[in-house]
Structure formats: C-alpha cells, structure tokens
C-alpha cells in the first residue's frame, strides 16, 4: 500500500490528480485505515473540481480514520 501511496503522491505533484486518485483507491482497496491515502483521496477529489459533498465526505472519512 505504501508504494501505491507515493505513487498517488506524485502524480498530484505531476498535477494528474486523476491517475492519483486512482493509486489512492488502491491504497484504500490493500488497506483499508490508511488515513493518509484517505486524506489525500480527498485532496485529488478537491483538485478535481468534484461535488464539495464527494469531498467533504472523503475528508471526513480520513479524519475518522485518524481518530479511530
């Protein structure tokens, strides 16, 4: 899950928020608390320019993962 999650991170640095979205929902398919991959979800989503309600319910879920 970690290489997928570096992978994620630098397709945004690429500004191809897209192909990092994806590497993030197979972060999330390996490991399913993986804060950051869930945190990151929510910043591609957000650069995306998706429904603030996609965004903020993939935020939300983050922080509920670094609570938990």
């Avoid at 994620?8 to 993030?24: E, H, I, K, Y």
């Amino acid at each position: 899950a970690t290489s997928w999650n570096h992978k994620g991170v630098t397709f945004m640095r690429m500004s191809r928020p897209l192909d990092a979205l994806a590497c993030w929902d197979r972060v999330l398919e390996l490991d399913v608390r993986h804060a950051g991959a869930a945190r990151n979800r929510g910043a591609a989503l957000q650069r995306l320019g998706r429904p603030k309600e996609e965004v903020l319910g993939a935020f939300t879920h983050a922080l509920e993962l670094d609570d938990g």
